[in-house]
């Protein structure tokens, strides 16, 4: 922010600098005025360029902000989708790593193997999260094949920001695990019963 006292000097150069006659000065008080209006115009520009800086800045941070909010709003609309239809993904993919996941802290997910580009993560993606409009099995056929209907967020980089910063990897984990638990114990009751 641009000092107060910086303000009011330039106010006060330019104020006095219209007032002056600078046919009446002598060639050395000219010579001061310019120097000084200079070295004021100077101040006032490094100060104007700083104060751009930090507008950049505050604009690129609210930005940020807005994003991580609507990621985050995204995300948490699709987690009923993910609950709802982790069956399609466990019909797939019984076991999401090859290691015993024991965690679904984000955290921990990528010592499984368990990362955006996993196939747990583009089974997500593709099947519930970003699946293309006209792609169910009631949907009409779309013969217009340069129209994909791709959502704004289906990149490589936003999937991973969805899926470590948002909950989807996590979600989606424990909901294939919830799955698979629940199939584990139908086997087990209906295997006992015999």
């Not at 940020?64 to 995300?75: K, L, P, W």
């Not at 583009?122 to 791709?150: A, W, Y």
Request: proline share 3%; glycine share 4%.
């Amino acid at each position: 922010m641009i000092s107060s006292e910086l303000k009011a000097g330039v106010k006060e150069t330019l104020d006095i600098m219209t007032k002056v006659n600078f046919d009446s000065l002598s060639h050395d008080k000219s010579i001061l005025w310019n120097l000084a209006l200079s070295r004021t115009c100077l101040h006032f520009s490094q100060e104007m360029t700083l104060l751009k800086r930090e507008l950049s800045e505050v604009r690129r941070s609210n930005q940020e902000d807005t994003q991580f909010r609507d990621r985050a709003e995204f995300s948490k609309g699709v987690y009923p989708s993910i609950k709802k239809h982790a069956h399609k993904v466990f019909s797939k993919l019984i076991f999401p790593s090859h290691l015993e996941v024991t965690t679904t802290a984000t955290s921990s997910l990528v010592t499984y193997g368990l990362n955006s580009t996993c196939a747990l993560a583009k089974c997500i993606f593709e099947d519930i999260v970003f699946q293309r409009l006209g792609s169910g099995n009631l949907d009409c056929i779309s013969v217009d094949e340069n129209n994909p209907h791709c959502h704004p967020y289906d990149t490589p980089q936003v999937r991973e920001d969805l899926w470590h910063n948002h909950g989807i990897g996590s979600l989606s984990v424990q909901e294939v695990g919830r799955v698979r638990n629940t199939v584990t114990n139908i086997c087990r009751d209906t295997t006992s019963e015999y």
